[in-house]
Protein backbone atom coordinates (compact mmCIF):
# COMPACT_ATOMS: atom_id res chain seq x y z
CA UNK A 1 0.00 0.00 0.00
CA UNK A 2 1.28 3.61 -0.94
CA UNK A 3 2.15 6.34 1.33
CA UNK A 4 -1.09 8.43 -0.21
CA UNK A 5 -3.40 5.57 0.02
CA UNK A 6 -2.14 5.19 3.75
CA UNK A 7 -2.58 8.60 4.39
CA UNK A 8 -6.21 8.60 3.10
CA UNK A 9 -7.40 6.28 5.40
CA UNK A 10 -6.29 7.63 8.48
CA UNK A 11 -8.88 9.85 10.71
CA UNK A 12 -7.61 13.06 11.48
CA UNK A 13 -9.00 15.19 14.30
CA UNK A 14 -9.52 18.70 13.69
CA UNK A 15 -7.12 20.97 15.10
CA UNK A 16 -8.72 23.45 17.93
CA UNK A 17 -7.60 26.97 17.95
CA UNK A 18 -7.30 28.71 21.41
CA UNK A 19 -7.05 33.25 21.38
CA UNK A 20 -4.94 35.47 23.73
CA UNK A 21 -6.75 37.36 26.41
CA UNK A 22 -5.63 40.42 24.30
CA UNK A 23 -7.44 39.00 21.22
CA UNK A 24 -4.16 40.16 19.33
CA UNK A 25 -3.04 36.13 18.97
CA UNK A 26 -4.31 32.98 17.96
CA UNK A 27 -3.22 29.41 18.61
CA UNK A 28 -4.26 26.26 16.74
CA UNK A 29 -2.98 23.04 18.16
CA UNK A 30 -3.26 19.55 16.22
CA UNK A 31 -5.99 17.19 17.68
CA UNK A 32 -4.01 14.02 17.92
CA UNK A 33 -0.84 12.83 19.80
CA UNK A 34 0.69 9.41 18.57
CA UNK A 35 1.32 7.19 21.23
CA UNK A 36 5.15 7.13 20.48
CA UNK A 37 4.70 11.02 21.24
CA UNK A 38 3.14 10.64 24.17
CA UNK A 39 5.75 8.21 25.70
CA UNK A 40 8.55 10.55 24.30
CA UNK A 41 6.54 13.37 26.28
CA UNK A 42 6.18 11.57 29.65
CA UNK A 43 10.34 10.44 29.28
CA UNK A 44 10.87 14.66 28.79
CA UNK A 45 8.65 15.65 31.70
CA UNK A 46 10.52 12.61 33.97
CA UNK A 47 13.82 13.53 33.00
CA UNK A 48 15.77 12.89 35.99
CA UNK A 49 19.16 14.18 34.21
CA UNK A 50 18.13 17.48 33.98
CA UNK A 51 15.98 19.61 36.81
CA UNK A 52 12.43 19.94 37.57
CA UNK A 53 12.84 23.41 36.23
CA UNK A 54 14.56 22.54 33.17
CA UNK A 55 12.40 19.40 32.32
CA UNK A 56 9.38 21.43 32.75
CA UNK A 57 10.83 24.24 30.01
CA UNK A 58 11.67 21.57 27.68
CA UNK A 59 8.27 20.06 28.25
CA UNK A 60 6.50 22.83 27.27
CA UNK A 61 8.21 23.13 24.25
CA UNK A 62 8.18 19.60 23.07
CA UNK A 63 4.42 19.83 23.32
CA UNK A 64 4.70 23.01 21.42
CA UNK A 65 6.75 21.51 18.91
CA UNK A 66 4.09 18.34 18.52
CA UNK A 67 0.93 20.13 18.35
CA UNK A 68 1.68 23.91 17.56
CA UNK A 69 0.03 24.01 13.73
CA UNK A 70 -0.37 27.65 13.49
CA UNK A 71 0.57 30.83 15.40
CA UNK A 72 -0.58 34.26 14.49
CA UNK A 73 0.37 37.08 16.16
CA UNK A 74 -0.64 40.88 15.33
CA UNK A 75 -2.14 39.42 12.10
CA UNK A 76 1.17 37.74 11.40
CA UNK A 77 1.02 33.99 10.77
CA UNK A 78 3.31 31.82 11.16
CA UNK A 79 3.06 28.40 10.41
CA UNK A 80 6.44 26.22 9.32
CA UNK A 81 7.82 24.28 12.26
CA UNK A 82 10.84 26.09 12.26
CA UNK A 83 9.52 29.20 12.12
CA UNK A 84 6.78 28.25 15.14
CA UNK A 85 9.94 27.36 17.08
CA UNK A 86 11.80 30.16 16.57
CA UNK A 87 8.67 32.48 17.09
CA UNK A 88 8.45 30.08 20.43
CA UNK A 89 11.82 30.53 21.50
CA UNK A 90 11.95 34.25 21.38
CA UNK A 91 8.37 34.66 22.50
CA UNK A 92 7.45 37.14 25.67
CA UNK A 93 7.05 36.01 29.17
CA UNK A 94 2.87 36.75 28.28
CA UNK A 95 2.88 35.01 25.20
CA UNK A 96 4.62 31.79 26.83
CA UNK A 97 1.79 32.30 29.71
CA UNK A 98 -0.43 32.55 26.68
CA UNK A 99 1.53 28.86 24.87
CA UNK A 100 1.14 26.98 28.28
CA UNK A 101 -2.00 27.85 29.18
CA UNK A 102 -3.31 27.16 25.64
CA UNK A 103 -1.52 23.81 25.91
CA UNK A 104 -2.98 22.62 29.55
CA UNK A 105 -6.29 23.64 28.42
CA UNK A 106 -5.79 21.78 25.16
CA UNK A 107 -4.19 18.87 27.00
CA UNK A 108 -7.44 18.50 29.37
CA UNK A 109 -10.15 18.77 27.00
CA UNK A 110 -8.24 16.62 24.28
CA UNK A 111 -6.00 13.97 26.03
CA UNK A 112 -6.79 13.99 29.82
CA UNK A 113 -4.34 10.77 29.84
CA UNK A 114 -1.54 13.03 29.27
CA UNK A 115 -0.18 15.00 32.61
CA UNK A 116 0.05 18.86 31.94
CA UNK A 117 3.67 20.96 32.05
Same mark, same amino acid.
Given at each position: ??? *? +? &?? &???????????R???????????????? +??? *???A???? %? #?????? %??? #? *? /????? @???? =?? *???? !???P /?? %? #? &?????? @??? =??? %?? &???V? !? +??R??? =???? $? !?? #? +? $?
Amino acid at each position: MGR *R +A &RE &RGRVKAPPSEYRSAGEEGVLTLRGALTP +ATR *REYAAVLH %D #QGRSTE %DSW #Q *R /AVEFL @FERL =AV *RWEI !DGVP /AE %D #Q &RELLGR @FRL =ATQ %DE &RRFVR !D +ALREHL =AEHF $P !DV #Q +A $P
